[in-house]
């Protein structure tokens, strides 16, 4: 692989919204980038004791480094994003609560009489040479390791239309899809509504588990390198998902089962049109082998990752081999 395009993350390269920006940079397909990303807190929550209400300003939250144009990307046609490399950034990352957000609490879309909960910060230590995260309680003295799981939260494009959507929001153009299989080695394949596709990545998590469940992973800034390409001439309605072994369909709605329905349902179509079988075979065969995996109910809308095990779909070729060939270049070093 060539020696990648450089970006570090700051003033005059982070945003805060897909669509509304001038690109920062101009890639080529094929070209790896580079870069830095701010955590989700834009760095200004640093100890315990700096609470995210109090040291941050909405709507400055979840910056994303970008937009990047991609020579080629014409509306209609599909990026693959392929991410070669993420290394959190320091020995340190930041958990919350927040009142009226998360999974188990009221918040403005559930409205309850019940006292908003308690806003909190942890602090994680990051091993890297152990490659683990440490959980402190903050009422008592219990601390575990988890395993470092290094992802990203948010990728995405400009939106179609010309629409401007905030970073911190998922939606058809990707954004906050907040999946953890968002991951070093997976391809992440966006539909390009404006001219350049106007790429951003931010939101690295040391790690996060299913559904995101209090609204917030540990956050931590995040060194990232990453490879594109432009599929052209074919037309992608909804984020998917690729692995080395898994093949995905990412939904984006709420309520949780309107999302479920969204992946599933475009993962049946894809899988009929790649091996040539009718809905309903493609539909039963779904059924039977398909996992579900729940990225975000926190969000405006939730995100759920519907994946088939690629070994079931015989030779084909999801994108004419995009990830093949994007991990391939990635590893020419």
Known sequence: MPEPLFIDADDATVSYTFGGCKPIARIMPGEPVRLSTWDCFAGNVTSVKDLPSQVCRFPYLNPVTGPIYVDGAHPGDTLAVHLVALTPI???????????????????????????????????????????????????????????????????????????????????????????????????????????????????HARQGDGELCGVAVEVPMSVTLVVDVIHGITTAQPRLETDSALMSIGVARPLEDTYRAACADLVRHVADLIGLDELDAYQLVSQAMRAHVGNVVDDSYTIAAAIDKHLLGTALPYGGAHRELRALSEVR
């Open 90 to 204: 320091g020995d340190i990352g930041f958990s919350s609560t927040f009142p009226h957000f998360g999974a188990l609490t009221g918040t403005h879309t559930t409205a309850m009489l019940h006292p908003p909960l308690e806003e909190r910060v942890w602090q994680y230590t990051i091993d890297h040479q152990r490659g683990t995260v440490r959980y402190r309680a903050r009422g008592g003295d219990y601390s575990v390791d988890l395993s470092m799981e290094p992802m990203l939260g948010t990728v995405g494009v400009a939106p179609a239309a010309g629409e401007v959507r905030a970073s911190i929001v998922p939606g058809v153009h990707g954004g906050n899809l907040d999946t953890p299989l968002l991951r070093a080695g997976s391809t992440l394949y966006l539909p390009i509504s404006e001219p350049g596709a106007l790429l951003a990545v931010g939101d690295g």
